[in-house]
């Protein structure tokens, strides 16, 4: 299977074993993040008391790969505000989203605004 995006709240979901987690574990292994994410999802973590070492052993379990945000990634994030704005994305979002548009890739999300978005990027809401 080639690559698969995974947003923040994608893995968020898998970890806590929340509803659309059985969806998220079909695509363990193409599994892809935004070093972006990985970090929104290390702060979450983090926040709810899990010691980092524990973090950096789940998330290489579950990410097959993590993808370093680039100076390309960064402009074509930028644009993507307009066309996002409406729905409150974050720079998370907006660089999850980039991903998927630069890679050619579907995006796995937990959140349901992203199906509203109009965007070429191949949007799949997991619940």
């Given amino acids: 299977m080639s690559r698969v995006i995974y947003d923040s709240s994608t893995l968020l979901a898998l970890i806590n074993n929340e509803p659309g987690s059985s969806v998220v574990e079909k695509y363990l292994s193409s599994s892809t993040m935004s ?6 999802v290390v702060k979450v973590l983090l926040s709810k008391g899990m010691p980092l070492k524990s973090i950096t052993e789940i998330l290489s379990e579950l990410i097959v790969q993590i993808i370093p945000f680039t100076e ?9 505000f307009n066309d996002t704005k409406e729905f409150g994305l974050s720079l ?36």
């Avoid at 070093?35 to 929104?40: G, I, K, R």
Wanted: net charge positive; proline share 2%.
């Fill in 92 to 127: 998370g979002d907006r660089a999850c989203i980039g991903l998927g548009l630069m890679e050619k890739a579907p995006i796995l999300t937990a959140d349901k605004a992203w199906g509203k978005l109009k965007t070429k990027a191949e949007i799949r809401v997991i619940r």
């Fill in 72 to 80: 390309k990634q960064a402009y074509l994030c930028g644009t993507l």
């Fill in 35 to 40: 070093s972006v994410n990985v970090s929104e």
